[in-house]
């Protein structure tokens, strides 16, 4: 283990910054402090092609040597983006109440997901981490709610959930049967 990565490693737990040493107050997980932070994005945001093009190419090398840390990497980074996400908007479904976290899934009370998730991602059917993370980008947009699994697909299919309309249990128990 070289000198860097120790230093690195004791400061992450003594909660400092992983550049300059300066204590966090309180608990954080954060690694630089705001002037780091600053001086860092700054550079990033300059690199010149070369530059990024190295960053890229590391990135990459990197991924190829370690698949099982970059998966394990990708589920955490995924998991906490849809945490942070449910933990906002409540996790309990507006509709039934259901709160098994396993169950629970976002909806657009408007009903345009799909339109919605095309203008965004180019597919109707993109979900998961890249959603979670606009949602987090864009600050909670206010036209989206938790919904469990079974209430977001009555929704859908039938325009409501037996919960909130009575009818929509009488029209599913009258459908004529498929050939």
Same mark, same amino acid.
């Given at each position: %283990?070289?000198?860097?990565?120790?230093?690195?490693?004791?400061?992450?737990?003594?909660?400092?910054?992983?550049?300059?040493?300066?204590?966090?107050?309180? /608990?954080?997980?954060?690694?630089?402090?705001?002037?780091?932070?600053?001086?860092?994005?700054?550079?990033?945001? +300059?690199?010149?092609?070369?530059?990024?093009? +190295? &960053?890229?190419?590391?990135?990459?090398?990197? !991924?190829?040597? +370690?698949? /099982?840390?970059?998966?394990?990497?990708?589920?955490?980074?995924?998991?906490?983006?849809?945490? %942070?996400?449910?933990?906002?908007?409540?996790?309990?479904?507006?509709?039934?109440?259901?709160?098994? %976290?396993?169950?629970? &899934?976002? $909806?657009?009370? $408007?009903? $345009?997901?799909?339109?919605?998730?095309?203008?965004?991602?180019?597919?109707? &059917?993109?979900?998961?981490? %890249?959603?979670? $993370?606009?949602?987090? !980008? /864009?600050?909670?947009?206010?036209?989206?709610?938790?919904?469990?699994?079974?209430?977001?697909?009555?929704?859908?299919?039938?325009?409501?959930?037996?919960?909130?309309?009575? &009818?929509?249990?009488?029209?599913?128990?009258?459908?004529?049967?498929?050939?």
């Amino acid at each position: %283990m070289s000198k860097d990565t120790r230093r690195y490693r004791r400061r992450v737990e003594a909660g400092q910054c992983v550049r300059c040493g300066t204590p966090f107050i309180g /608990e954080s997980i954060r690694r630089l402090c705001d002037t780091c932070r600053t001086v860092w994005s700054k550079w990033y945001k +300059n690199r010149t092609p070369e530059q990024k093009a +190295n &960053t890229l190419k590391a990135s990459r090398k990197w !991924r190829k040597k +370690n698949p /099982e840390k970059e998966r394990a990497y990708c589920r955490r980074s995924a998991k906490k983006s849809r945490l %942070m996400v449910l933990a906002h908007y409540g996790p309990v479904c507006t509709c039934c109440g259901e709160t098994e %976290m396993a169950f629970l &899934t976002i $909806d657009h009370i $408007d009903g $345009d997901g799909s339109a919605h998730r095309i203008r965004l991602f180019g597919s109707r &059917t993109a979900a998961g981490k %890249m959603f979670y $993370d606009w949602i987090i !980008r /864009e600050g909670f947009p206010t036209n989206l709610q938790i919904l469990c699994w079974n209430c977001n697909c009555a929704k859908g299919y039938y325009g409501a959930c037996p919960h909130k309309d009575p &009818t929509v249990s009488h029209r599913v128990a009258t459908m004529p049967e498929i050939p």
